[in-house]
């Protein structure tokens, strides 16, 4: 199965900043790679899907970029409800899913 | 408006079977792929499986961690997705969510989720 690294595992921000996280891929998924936010106690929401393209009704502030094995989540302007885990996850239809270990956002 | 209502948690000893249920509304639920996904205490997300449509003759495919013990099944008729877990390991606690996956596999739509717990 595809192996996928999220990095950081946790860190802390303020309002205001710019964060980047991480997710690299054990093998090429070109950009079969989808970003959600965790809050406690509730379903995961999708931000971004297929490495770049903005879910409907989230704030342009996220934004994605990458392919192949290396992708990042770009979160500009931190606001204090975007404190949750982030999670990325892999969809290459052939194969099994998988999801990263999840990133730790606190503000 | 797309709603996805799991049900079927409870406790269940090791060694035992338990059969959850995601009840499907508000789009074509014939035509849609369907996902589960746990999620352990405090821990990450784990993909389970997923079960095609009937135009893609009903396929399913299963993480590593469940196949051969969980089975994913579908009644289109009831709008309802199944996910038929038997041989249960302590390891299996979790809350198991279904999800729609809409566009490249990435799930638009998630159920609240259902808390399983296998313990003796």
């Known amino acids: 199965d595809i192996q996928m690294t999220q990095s950081p595992s946790s860190l802390s921000a303020s309002v205001g900043d710019r964060v980047t996280i991480t997710c690299r891929s054990s093998?090429?998924?070109?950009?079969?790679l989808n970003w959600y936010q965790q809050k406690p106690g509730r379903a995961p929401k999708l931000l971004i899907f297929?490495?770049?393209n903005l879910q409907s009704g989230v704030t342009s502030r996220f934004s994605g970029r990458g392919s192949g094995t290396d992708f990042t989540l770009t979160i500009s302007s931190l606001q204090p409800e975007d404190s949750a885990t982030y999670y990325c996850?892999?969809?290459?239809?052939?194969?099994?899913?998988?999801f990263g270990q999840g990133t730790r956002l606190e503000i | 408006e797309v709603q996805l209502v799991e049900s079927g948690g409870g406790l269940v000893q090791p060694g035992g079977s338990l059969k959850l249920s995601c009840a499907a509304s508000?789009?074509?639920?014939?035509?849609?792929?369907m996902h589960w996904v746990r999620q352990t205490s405090g821990k990450g997300l784990e993909w389970v499986g997923r079960?095609?449509?009937?135009?893609?003759?009903?396929?399913?495919k299963y993480a590593a961690s469940v196949n051969g013990r969980f089975t994913i099944s579908r009644d289109d008729s009831k709008n309802t997705a199944y996910l038929q877990m038997n041989s249960l390991k302590i390891e299996d606690t979790a809350i198991y969510y279904c999800?729609?996956?809409?566009?490249?596999?990435?799930?638009?739509?998630w159920g609240q989720g259902t808390l399983v717990t296998v313990s003796s």
């Open positions: 297929a490495a770049s």
């Open positions: 508000g789009f074509t639920f014939s035509g849609s792929p």
């Open positions: 079960i095609r449509s009937g135009a893609n003759k009903y396929a399913t």
């Open positions: 093998q090429n998924i070109d950009y079969y």
């Open positions: 996850q892999q969809s290459v239809s052939t194969l099994v899913y998988t």
């Open positions: 999800c729609r996956p809409a566009k490249l596999g990435a799930c638009d739509y």
